[in-house]
């Protein structure tokens, strides 16, 4: 019997049904970022056991909306572009763990299955969503451009309720889009017993980052941000107590693989 292929499931003889291709990946896409303040407690309680507040700013926040294309090294994808556009909303904290620190995504939604299942493998906890967020144009009849005093807006909603409302007006050049998700990010891959015993078969830290990003001109600028209650959610525990700023930036980025952490 010929031997499965494919590198995530469903495994085949072929491996032409498996969700996703193997790694690298490649994306391209716009940015449109929110960072804020909240009370380090709403934070402390999403972290899991063992993993720390960040030292430094231990309540800034990340609300991230991201209009993505992507494609493996074939590029195939980009031929049949519902293989490659999706769009993702997320939430970026910092935490410490054994005296480093680290980006860690809490929650995070998105609207395609194979962005699901990238992120089973890389960790990202992703749920299916429906996010929109304000396209940038050069013809400037029904579209912003991104630069200096023109406005940016992100919708988030998930199982038909809205979560939460952005809105970025850019005022002045910056030298990046943020600080909280800047780091490498540290994730959790779980996955529960089949027995349903409360003990899981994979419970790991894992480190992942991009192995090359380009940028474009980043901008900043005034932010708000409106998160709605609801009864299956609970990014509006985040509560917003300050505003640090809001950024737009076109980017590049290549994933490759990530690392286990080593049980002490």
Partial sequence: MAADKG???PRTTTGKASIIPSPPW???GDL?????RTDPANIERLLPNGVELAPEDPGAVALI????QSCSTSREELLDPVRSQYKEAFVVVRCSFRGVTYSRCLFIWVDKDFAIARGLFQGYP??????????????????????????????LAANDRRIANVVVTLDRESDTNGFVNALPMLHSRVVPSIEADGTDTLNELIVS???????????????VIEYFEDPY???????????????????GAVFEHGSSIPAS
């Fill in 7 to 9: 590198f995530f499931y």
């Fill in 209 to 223: 980052s991009g192995s090359k990003f380009e940028g474009g001109q980043a901008y900043s600028g005034t932010a």
């Fill in 32 to 36: 449109l970022t929110v960072e804020y």
């Fill in 65 to 68: 909306f991201a209009d993505w």
């Fill in 26 to 28: 490649f994306y391209s």
């Fill in 126 to 155: 992703k749920k299916l969503g429906s996010i929109h967020q304000t396209r940038p144009h050069p013809v400037s009849f029904a579209a912003p451009q991104v630069g200096v005093g023109n406005t940016f807006a992100g919708t």
């Fill in 233 to 251: 959610e609970e990014v509006a525990t985040l509560a917003v107590e300050e505003y640090i700023g809001g950024y737009y930036r076109q980017v």
